[in-house]
């Protein structure tokens, strides 16, 4: 039943009362694991959950201590002395595995429903339809997270895809201002030039003038002065 991908072993447990083991009614390796090696864990773990129905972090390292690369979901149905267990490696969403903790949970109140509290091992594990059901259950939930990653990738395309746009935009919009800027320079160069030569030109033409009245002027002083001495 190996699917050699991230979640690697799945079991339903019925807790006992303090002290006892429980029965596993439910023990299922989906990847490469060991199968005696992972209900060696599945059994320290039903002894750490005991009668409070819960996994500290404590117990969840202490039970992958020698395999960092593990992780373990777990889960007690509300109302019920069943434990659910999923292990994953560590990079599997928590979320997605409890997600298949509870399509677990489902699929076994389907078939089996209140017999739950009475079935054996050996009834669940020869059951054809359920031992095909548990690794598509994976598959889907696999496939989904497959799906959202594409999705992802194809969101941040977008954003990308969209910023490029903006950023193309905004090198359009600073060209035409740059055109726009050096065009006004061009004007304000030819407005300087022409404005120099107007101030030089009214200058010579000052000049000329203030020359002519002078000539003018001394003229008429010797017509002056020569009337008066002629006469």
Known sequence: MGLGGNVQYVAAVRLAGDGEEGDVILSAVLGKEDAMECETRLKALVRAVGTHQKVTVVDR??????????????????GERILYVLYTTVKFDQARAF????????LLEALYGAQLAVVKRTELEGDEELMQELPEIVRRCERDELEELKSEVDEVKEVMQSNLEAAVARTEQ?????????????????????SSEARNHFWWQNLY???????????????????????
């Open 61 to 78: 390292s202490r039970l992958f201590s020698s395999h960092p690369a593990r992780a373990i979901h777990c889960e007690v149905r509300a």
């Open 99 to 106: 997600r298949i903790v509870r399509e677990v949970y489902r």
């Open 174 to 194: 600073l060209d035409i201002l740059l055109d726009k800027s050096n065009g006004l320079k061009s004007e304000a160069d030819q407005f300087r030039h022409a």
């Open 209 to 231: 003038y203030a020359i002519a009245i002078g000539a003018a002027v001394l003229v008429l002083i010797i017509i002056i002065v020569l009337a008066i001495v002629l006469s």
